[in-house]
């Protein structure tokens, strides 16, 4: 309840800066199967283009709170890392062996939340052409609680005068469509992975076709 009160309080708050830095538009691959209002649990996947995409996704999906997945060198700062963590931040130390992060997000999602993975891991360097490989766990997440995926992908323009952020809102993707049970687990998560990333980049056609 405290989580749920501190996001509410953050996005009221922080409404005015929010609109002033990315005056956001969002577009829809179709709006009557899923606009911004999120139902139930859902896992959230999104590409990566800055840190800024959190706070994107925060307002864009204003009436739930996000418990988004985000990597070790954001809690470096004290401050930071203990309003990240007020957020609900989930914390995932990349470095690391442990998988604690995943059993935190599967618990969330099995509670009827709302998890928020960039299954990118990181942002692309220099040179990279995005989006880059999926890391298995968003895929492994979805299919253990067995969640719809929706699908964000957003062109990351913020902070620019002349130019809008752009954010399209893709169909639901159901595990079960992408599943086989004569396959074992880690096909099923590999084929679901390749399945996203795959979406991800119709997302970005999609928005190109739509700002035309």
């Known amino acids: 309840m405290l989580t749920e009160f501190f996001n509410g309080f953050v996005k009221v708050t922080g409404f005015p800066a929010y609109l002033a830095a990315f005056r956001t538009k969002v577009y829809y691959e179709d709006k009557r199967v899923q606009s911004r209002r999120i139902r139930g649990a859902a896992l959230l996947i999104s590409n990566h283009t800055s ?28 401050l930071l890392g203990l309003f990240l963590k007020m957020m609900g931040g989930i914390y995932v130390d990349r470095e690391a062996r442990d998988f ?54 957003t062109n990351g323009s913020y902070f620019r005068f002349k130019q809008r952020a752009r954010v399209i809102i ?28 795959q979406r991800m980049t119709e997302l970005e056609r999609l928005l190109d076709e739509q700002i035309k």
């Open 51 to 78: 840190v800024f995409d959190y706070a994107v996704l925060l307002f864009v999906f204003f009436t739930r709170t996000l418990r988004v997945q985000m990597a070790e060198v954001l809690y470096q700062n004290k």
């Open 100 to 153: 604690g992060y995943l059993a935190l997000s599967e618990e969330h999602l099995r509670k009827g939340r709302v998890v928020g993975v960039f299954p990118e891991g990181r942002l692309p360097k220099k040179g990279e052409q995005p989006p880059l490989p999926f890391k298995p766990g968003a895929a492994y997440l979805a299919l253990a609680a067995n969640v719809p995926v929706i699908p964000v992908f």
């Open 170 to 197: 893709g169909k639901p993707m159901y595990p079960g469509d992408y599943s086989d049970s004569q396959s074992d687990d880690k096909e099923n998560i590999r084929r679901l992975t390749e399945a996203m990333r």
